[in-house]
């Protein structure tokens, strides 16, 4: 297969990613020559999208992983990367006010994310035009109309939405690379959106601001599955197994086991036991899973539906509405956030559940009408937080090359490919001799 017109190509990053090619090809973009092979711990999206780049660059690949995402019994749980929704949200996105839990430092900062997010949002829209017919349903990717609701005016400043119009600054900033963005400033610009999915009145009160914008939206059940097959296909050994200890008292041993000269650590919430990081800690999330297949008496969505999380007029986080439907006729209907609950034993009429869905209801009320998948209803997941934010570091105690990159939080779909540039980038920089201080200098100045 040749990579003629299969070639994604994403150009210098603005926080000194290196321009990069990817080809969806089942054979890597460069062949495997005298680079070497490169360890990567994890299976997730982080872990996937690291080991493409480095695949299509000529580096060998072997992944290692405890679990992998399902390829056909759907029915069970699945990997947090499969139970993602998955929305591209602009950061902070995914859990609204807790998305960031350093906004002025940690081991990323807020234009880190930006940058990361914008950089994965031209991957999809480029492998959204390159797949076509059966390959595009394969990864299933599409970019939709996302449509986000406010509370507050967001052209009158308060100490309530400085955030969000900080956000929305940032973005209108950024639209040359985010497609269609169109705000609705007033309740005239509003209307048309809320009349498109008959919004009741006590919404249509509440809600005083909107944009839009064209959102990636993935179909995380195949992109996963895809995923592993093209790496697998280009050449990368993926094997099962856990790594119990520390990593940091056997990276030389499996450097030698697996003949490799580096690791990528990209193992999600597994980061806290394997590296000791205390900062890791897991933020549980549940989505509906709802037919938009046109077969019953709702009437099939094809657009994006946000109100994030804000501060309400209590100056507490306001609860998320997010119906988001994918390109397999499912509609996904969220979402729970709850800290540091490790337990994945939620049911369809656990009350946390029933009142997301109550909520999501209210906001679209045709909702009631629609059958859950019947074979998946639910799915519940543990999104991997830091309270340092996303680590995409090479790791200053290590002799070796060790490059982290977990800590995606609710935005792990969002920030893979910007992420997985920017861990390749500081792994090539420590090849080429740089120490790990030094090549995380070189990454993130001060
Ligand atoms: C309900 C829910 C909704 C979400 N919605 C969105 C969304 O709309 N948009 C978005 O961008 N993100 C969303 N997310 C977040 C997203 O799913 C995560 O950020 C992302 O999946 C993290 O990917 P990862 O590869 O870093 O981690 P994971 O998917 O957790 O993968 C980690 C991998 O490491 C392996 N591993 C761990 N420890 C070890 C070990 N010791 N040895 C070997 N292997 C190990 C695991 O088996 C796994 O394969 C959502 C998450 C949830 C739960």
Request: proline content about 5%; overall charge negative; some cysteine.
């Amino acid at each position: 297969m040749t990579h003629n017109g299969r070639v994604i190509s994403l150009p210098e990053g603005k926080e000194g990613n290196p321009a990069i090619k990817l080809s969806v090809a089942s054979e890597p973009l460069i062949k495997p020559g005298t680079l070497p092979r490169i360890l990567v711990i994890g299976g997730g999206v982080s872990g996937l999208m690291t080991a493409w780049i480095l695949l299509d660059k000529g580096y060998r690949v072997t992944v290692i992983s405890k679990e992998w995402a399902w390829t056909k019994d759907f029915q069970r749980s699945r990997l947090t990367s499969q139970i993602a929704g998955a929305l591209w949200e602009y950061p902070p996105g995914g859990c609204g006010l807790t998305e960031i839990e350093s906004p002025g430092g940690g081991w990323a900062t807020i234009h880190h994310y930006r940058e990361w997010s914008l950089e994965s949002y031209d991957f999809y829209k480029q492998l959204d035009s390159l797949l076509s017919g059966r390959l595009r349903t394969e990864f299933g990717v599409a970019i939709k109309k996302l449509n986000q609701f406010f509370y507050h005016d967001l052209t009158a400043p308060n100490e309530a939405n400085t955030e969000d119009i900080e956000k929305l600054e940032a973005l209108r900033a950024d639209s040359d690379r985010v497609s269609n963005l169109q705000e609705q400033k007033n309740k005239e610009d509003l209307a048309p959106l809320f009349d498109n999915i008959r919004v009741p009145k006590e919404w249509r009160k509440k809600l005083k601001y909107g944009y839009t914008h064209d959102a990636p939206i993935i179909n995380t059940d195949k992109a996963m599955v895809y995923l592993m097959a093209l790496v697998e296909s280009k050449g990368a050994e993926l094997e099962t197994k856990e790594l119990e200890g520390k990593l940091q008292d056997q990276g030389s041993d499996l450097l030698e086991e697996y003949k490799a000269q580096a690791i990528i650590n990209a193992t999600g919430l597994g980061a806290k036991e394997l590296v000791g990081d205390t900062d890791v800690y897991p933020v549980r999330g549940a989505i509906k899973r709802i037919s938009n297949d046109n077969t019953n008496r709702f009437e099939a969505m094809n657009e994006a539906y946000l109100v994030p999380a804000q501060v309400g007029d209590d100056k507490e986080p306001t609860k998320v509405v997010f119906l988001v439907p994918r390109n397999d006729e499912t509609l996904i209907v969220g979402s729970i956030i709850q800290r540091n609950s490790h337990q994945l034993n939620l049911q369809e009429n656990s009350p946390d559940v029933e009142v997301m869905w109550d909520r999501a209801c209210s906001f679209m009320p045709g909702l009631d009408d629609a059958p859950t998948v019947p074979w998946y209803p639910l799915a519940q997941g543990l999104r991997p937080f830091t309270k340092k934010n996303v680590k995409v570091r090479a790791d200053d105690i290590q002799v070796k090359p060790l490059i982290h990159n977990y800590g995606h939080g609710g935005s792990g779909w969002t920030l893979a490919v910007g992420c997985a540039r920017s861990a390749v980038n500081l792994l090539e920089l420590m090849l080429s001799g740089m120490s790990a201080v030094e090549a995380n200098a070189t990454l993130y100045p001060v």
